[in-house]
């Protein structure tokens, strides 16, 4: 059984910063590419950031490139999001996700290359 559990999220004030981690297991982990994605209460979910299994290249939305950093550990079927800057408009539920499909720049952040899914950990800014 695949499970994608997310930790990390909480209450953080703007300008301040959250480590998110996205623990895996049920897949062979290093083949994997993870998306982060949130969603805001009526919006849709976004893409947020990914990095891919075996090269690790990472990609940003523009909204959050330059103050959000995705890094893996492959030995702890780990993948982190690291968010800095922290702005009120962050302030969602992210979401991991996993594919086996080799992913670009151009089809990392679509919802529909994932096979699997965290269920979610709040993240909250205060201003």
């Known amino acids: 059984e695949v499970q994608l559990v997310e930790s990390g999220g909480g209450l953080v004030q703007a300008g301040g910063s959250l480590t998110l981690s996205c623990a895996a297991s049920?897949?062979?982990?290093?083949?994997?590419?993870i998306g982060w994605f949130r969603q805001a209460p009526g919006k849709e979910r976004e893409f947020v950031g990914g990095i891919r299994g075996t090269l690790g290249n990472t990609f940003y939305s523009n909204s959050v490139k330059g103050r959000f950093t995705v890094s893996r550990d492959n030995a702890k079927n780990t993948v982190y999001l690291q968010m800095n800057s922290l702005k009120p408009e962050d302030t969602a539920v992210y979401y991991c996700?996993?594919?086996?499909?080799?992913?670009?720049?151009?089809?990392?952040?679509?919802?529909?290359?994932?096979?699997?899914w965290g269920q979610g950990t709040q993240v909250t800014v205060s201003s």
């Open positions: 996700a996993a594919t086996s499909r080799t992913l670009i720049a151009s089809t990392i952040g679509q919802r529909g290359e994932y096979d699997y």
């Open positions: 049920g897949i062979t982990f290093d083949d994997y590419a």
